[in-house]
Nanobody, 122 residues
Framework: VQLQAYGGGLVQAGDSLKLSCTTS????????LGWFRQAPGKEREFVAA????????YYADSVKGRFTISRDIAKNTMYLQMSSLEPEDTALYYC????????????????WGQGTLVTVSS
């Protein structure tokens, strides 16, 4: 499975931004998909995930109510709609695919895309 994340950029606090992650390779629809982020000097952390086959969303407490994860199986694409962005959301955002049970753990995802940088200015 190959993943490609894009859509990052420089925005102001309070703005919205939508990230996309396209996939190719093995059957896209059979994987749980997740978004993680890594800020400078910090460990990579869970942001959101969507399960297969249920399509149930999971969110980190820090983004709940502001971010929305979705997937378009026909387009082999996953999205992260981010609203009310805060400077603390500044990070390199990664998308990942896996078959694990605990979608919040990075170790459950063997497939990763390159990151896309989101910078939120105050």
């Amino acid at each position: 499975v190959q993943l490609q994340a894009y859509g990052g950029g420089l925005v102001q606090a309070g703005d919205s931004l939508k990230l996309s992650c396209t996939t190719s390779g093995r059957t896209f629809s059979r994987y749980a998909l997740g978004w993680f982020r890594q800020a400078p000097g910090k460990e990579r952390e869970f942001v959101a995930a969507i399960t297969w086959p249920g399509g149930n969303p999971y969110y980190a407490d820090s983004v709940k109510g502001r971010f929305t994860i979705s997937r378009d199986i026909a387009k082999n694409t996953m999205y992260l709609q981010m609203s009310s962005l805060e400077p603390e959301d500044t990070a390199l955002y990664y998308c990942a695919a896996g078959l694990g049970v605990d979608v919040r753990r990075t170790s459950e995802y063997p497939y990763w895309g390159q990151g896309t940088l989101v910078t939120v200015s105050s």
